[in-house]
């Protein structure tokens, strides 16, 4: 590998070197017992929860994505999860607040967990890894603003989908089953 490419590697595994397993089960284990959940994230961070949200849909797990037309009302017994890697987004705080309001439950994947985002979830699963707030100085990431944030957040959601497979005893054949034909 060239020296960029490595470093970037380097710098993706030291976040999840410093990633507390124990939060990462309890957060599995909340996404495992709601009834549905609901998910987030703004800018390149929605794009990652997406994908999570795809793969816990191959799970056969009741899921939708804030901004879809067939998102359905949240309430008790359901889960919004929502990252907000800087701690502060302002449709972030709105949309928990919402949720906050209905009865859900809201779990935030952050970099910043003294952000008002975190602040005011019910569970806070902490990604330490360098965002847009923190992405100036003399001792900065390689890769720009929040890029290591959200790669951090693609390798995350594949170890708790590995993680919610096993709890949920879902098969990979079932996962595949559940894959779209329409492609």
Same mark, same amino acid.
């Given at each position: ?20 397993? !124990?939060? %990462?089960?309890? +957060?599995?284990?909340?996404? &495992? ?9 703004? @800018? /390149? ?48 705080? !709105?949309? %928990?607040?919402? +949720?906050?309001?209905?009865? &859900? ?9 003294? @952000? /008002? ?67």
């Amino acid at each position: 590998m060239t020296t960029l490419y490595r470093q970037a590697f380097e710098e993706l595994g030291a976040v999840l070197d410093r990633l507390d397993d !124990a939060a %990462v089960d309890r +957060a599995v284990a909340t996404i &495992a017992s709601a009834r549905q959940v609901v998910v987030f994230g703004g @800018g /390149r961070e929605g794009l990652q929860i997406r994908g999570f949200a795809m793969r816990l849909f191959h799970l056969g797990h009741s899921v939708s994505v804030v901004g879809d037309m067939t998102t359905p009302a949240i309430g008790a017994g359901d889960l919004f999860l929502v990252t907000c890697g800087p701690g502060e987004i302002s449709t972030a705080v !709105a949309l %928990v607040g919402v +949720a906050k309001q209905a009865g &859900a439950t809201v779990l935030v994947i952050t970099a910043q967990p003294d @952000g /008002r985002v975190p602040r005011m979830a019910d569970e806070v699963l902490v990604l330490p890894a360098q965002t847009m707030a923190d992405d100036q100085g003399p001792s900065v990431s390689l890769l720009p603003m929040g890029s290591v944030f959200e790669g951090g957040l693609f390798l995350l959601f594949e170890i708790m989908i590995l993680k919610l497979k096993d709890a949920l005893d879902v098969s990979a054949e079932t996962m595949r089953s559940n894959h779209t034909n329409l492609e």
